[in-house]
């Protein structure tokens, strides 16, 4: 299983970005994916997941109408759309998957929101 994420960066509050996961290894189109992030002495907190087909999101309160997570199964990836970001948003944000009982992650990406 891989799993790499990209489109990180600094953006300025109430901006946007659209982080992206490439996945590889298994079989995508049967894997519920998931966003999460990690801020700097904080745990790691599950942002955003998305069903096998898509049909089904679930969002972290903290996010909710304000970012939109989306998949392709055609190009096994996901990505996270980031719309209104805060400086609460900046952490390390990571992919990740759940294959036969075991946790699979990405490198993570860096998102920082800062003036």
């Known amino acids: 299983v891989q799993l790499v994420e990209s489109g990180g960066g600094l953006v300025q509050p109430g901006g946007s970005l659209r982080l992206s996961c490439a996945a590889s290894g298994f079989t995508f189109s049967s894997a519920y994916m998931r966003w999460y992030r990690q801020a700097p002495g904080k745990e790691r907190e599950l942002v955003a997941v998305?069903?096998?087909?898509?049909?089904?999101?679930n969002y972290a309160d903290s996010v909710k109408g304000r970012f939109t997570i989306s998949r392709d199964n055609t190009k096994n990836t996901v990505a996270l759309q980031m719309n209104s970001l805060k400086p609460g948003d900046t952490a390390v944000y990571y992919c990740?998957?759940?294959?036969?009982?075991?946790?699979?992650w990405g490198q993570g990406t860096q998102v920082t929101v800062s003036s």
């Open positions: 990740n998957t759940v294959r036969v009982g075991l946790f699979y």
């Open positions: 998305i069903s096998s087909a898509g049909d089904s999101t």
